[in-house]
């Protein structure tokens, strides 16, 4: 009875603790759920950016590849390799997609935040920002890698992946588990700290010396904010070419 009592109060204070908020938001009531609306809205902007990007650079293909399929190979490319470096060469092809996935929307994510003025379109409640500002995007992106690490080894080892889990012995057991949790929240703070610290640094500069200081300050945010993209895409990559080790 008192066990119980106790698992009741634990889940009612990590219930109210899931409740803390930073600042104000604007909500949507969908169903039974409060959704914060400007989130979706920027998270729509982005994927309407990506799509369009995707089709007017493959609208007309070429043999010869002029300038704009030029460099949609390139970021191709780019990826491919990633891929192939951290998962392996004879499993990584399947998984292209997902990664590439993963790091363009990041990236259209973290410079929409440095170069669109999201701050001019008014809400009744917050304000816009970019979409990996927000602790609840960066989550679910990261919980997406769990779930693909999470059905990558199972899928291709079956019932022997889960005896990593007591490698190299089974003393190790809790701490291989808590490893693996601990994946998503190391990858979803990390995303979520260094944009929401850039953008908070480079709207105080511009509060106290609006001219010069905050010109640089930007382009160092657009760099941050790709290579913030690379880590993530890196590390999904990583931990999925993990969950994979061995299987051949």
Same mark, same amino acid.
């Given at each position: 009875?008192?066990?119980?009592?106790?698992?009741?109060?634990?889940?009612?204070?990590?219930?109210?603790?899931?409740?803390?908020?930073?600042?104000?938001?604007?909500?949507?009531?969908?169903?039974?759920?409060?959704?914060?609306?400007?989130?979706?809205?920027?998270?729509?902007?982005?994927?309407?950016?990506?799509?369009?990007?995707?089709?007017?650079?493959?609208?007309?293909?070429?043999?010869?590849?002029?300038?704009?399929?030029?460099?949609?190979?390139?970021?191709?490319?780019?990826?491919?390799?990633?891929?192939?470096?951290?998962?392996?060469?004879?499993?990584?092809? $399947?998984? !292209?997609?997902? =990664?590439?996935? #993963? *790091? @363009?929307?990041? +990236?259209? &994510?973290?410079?929409?935040?440095?170069?669109?003025?999201?701050?001019?379109?008014?809400?009744?409640?917050?304000?816009?920002?970019?979409?990996?500002?927000?602790?609840?995007?960066?989550?679910?992106?990261?919980?997406?890698?769990?779930?693909?690490?999470?059905?990558?080894?199972?899928?291709?080892?079956?019932?022997?992946?889960?005896?990593?889990?007591?490698?190299?012995?089974?003393?190790?057991?809790?701490?291989?588990?808590?490893?693996?949790?601990?994946?998503?929240?190391?990858?979803?703070?990390?995303?979520?700290?260094?944009?929401?610290?850039?953008?908070?640094?480079?709207?105080?500069?511009?509060?106290?010396? $609006?001219? !010069?200081?905050? =010109?640089?300050? #930007? *382009? @160092?945010?657009? +760099?941050? &904010?790709?290579?913030?993209?690379?880590?993530?895409?890196?590390?999904?990559?990583?931990?999925?070419?993990?969950?994979?080790?061995?299987?051949?």
């Amino acid at each position: 009875m008192h066990t119980a009592q106790f698992s009741i109060s634990t889940l009612n204070n990590l219930y109210e603790i899931s409740g803390v908020e930073v600042g104000q938001h604007f909500y949507w009531q969908i169903g039974s759920f409060q959704v914060h609306a400007q989130v979706l809205i920027t998270s729509w902007i982005v994927i309407s950016i990506l799509l369009s990007l995707a089709v007017f650079a493959t609208r007309d293909l070429q043999t010869i590849p002029t300038s704009g399929q030029n460099f949609v190979e390139y970021v191709l490319e780019f990826i491919r390799d990633l891929t192939r470096t951290q998962i392996g060469e004879e499993e990584y092809r $399947p998984w !292209v997609p997902f =990664i590439g996935t #993963m *790091f @363009l929307s990041i +990236f259209v &994510s973290n410079w929409s935040g440095a170069l669109l003025p999201w701050r001019v379109f008014e809400l009744p409640h917050g304000e816009s920002a970019a979409p990996t500002n927000d602790i609840n995007t960066t989550v679910a992106l990261a919980l997406l890698t769990s779930v693909a690490y999470f059905y990558a080894g199972p899928h291709k080892k079956g019932l022997n992946y889960f005896g990593k889990y007591i490698q190299p012995t089974p003393v190790l057991l809790p701490i291989n588990i808590l490893e693996d949790f601990t994946k998503p929240l190391s990858l979803s703070f990390r995303l979520f700290g260094n944009i929401l610290a850039d953008e908070l640094v480079v709207a105080v500069l511009i509060s106290l010396v $609006p001219l !010069v200081i905050p =010109i640089p300050m #930007m *382009f @160092l945010g657009l +760099f941050t &904010s790709a290579i913030q993209a690379l880590i993530f895409a890196t590390l999904a990559a990583a931990y999925i070419g993990e969950s994979l080790e061995g299987h051949h």
